[in-house]
């Protein structure tokens, strides 16, 4: 789970989950659905395209690389809170 201010930064990351959790599925198994989703429903899609960019996380991870998984996420979401903000200042 990742979340993302109005501006477009990364401000939390969450462990990796196991197996195919949705992001449904582990809001629901956090209790955090509600009306606030939909509205940062955008800037998490725009933060999960640069994330996308990243061949490493592109496609099927090596399973040598399971173990270091979260903190290779943590360096791609940082290097990603480097790049121009989704929306100009003028925009919030």
């Known amino acids: 789970m990742i979340g ?9 990351l969450s462990r990796g989950y196991g197996g195919r959790a949705s992001d449904k599925a582990i809001f629901e198994q956090k209790a955090k659905i509600n009306a606030l989703i939909a509205k940062a429903r955008v800037h998490i899609e725009r933060v999960n395209q640069k994330i996308k960019v990243f061949k490493i996380l592109n496609s099927t991870v090596d399973w040598s690389l399971v173990g270091i998984l979260d903190h290779i996420m943590l360096v791609v979401c940082a290097i990603c809170n480097l790049f121009s903000p989704i929306l100009s200042d003028e925009e919030f």
């Open 4 to 12: 993302v201010s109005p501006a477009g930064l990364i401000t939390f």
